[in-house]
């Protein structure tokens, strides 16, 4: 069995390679859609052949990584930092760069963790620092979400009101 830091570099080669592919390659090239098809059912053999001694996956899970499930939330937040630039790419290969994508990142975590890189000062403020960050567009979108939207009249009234701020228009 290889050793964490085998599973790690092979890792991050893996990943290299997936997020260095265009996605108009992806058409062109089936032999390496049928090399990533292949090796997403690879990993997710693995990894089930790994797990065999933990609990049953409850609800939506995908996959497991180390004990830890992948949830179909994961697998579509990261489908939608995808976005456009998988357009035109079959969906079934799309989903499986994702999971991929999702799977090797639970990995290269846990192995930081292991390491107890997540005890680091470096770490811990970039953490605060993210989590202030998205509390700050939560808070945003909550607001802008009870902002009511502008109607034509009300635009037309403003512009009439402040005609200081559109005279030169």
């Known amino acids: 069995m290889p050793s964490a830091l085998d599973r790690l570099n092979w890792t991050l080669h893996r990943h290299a390679i997936i997020t260095t592919i265009q996605v ?4 062109r090239m089936t032999m390496m859609k049928n090399t990533l098809l292949v090796s997403a059912a690879v990993s997710l053999l693995a990894l089930g052949a790994c797990n065999k001694a933990s609990k049953a996956p409850e609800g939506q899970v995908v996959a497991t990584v180390d004990g830890t499930e992948v949830t179909i939330h994961e697998l579509n937040a ?12 079959p969906a079934k ?10 799977i090797e990142r639970k990995m290269l975590a846990n192995e930081a963790a292991k390491l107890k890189l997540d005890k680091s000062p470096q770490f811990l403020l970039a953490k605060q620092r993210t989590d202030e960050g998205l509390l700050v567009q939560v808070l945003q979108g909550d607001i802008q979400s009870k902002v009511p939207a502008a109607t034509r009249e009300g635009a037309q009234k403003f512009v009439a009101e402040n005609p200081q701020v559109f005279g030169d228009r």
């Open 93 to 102: 290969l799309v989903e499986s760069v994702a999971l991929n994508r999702v």
């Open 24 to 27: 108009p390659e992806f058409l």
């Open 78 to 89: 990261e489908l939608a930092m995808i976005g456009n630039r998988a357009s035109g790419a």
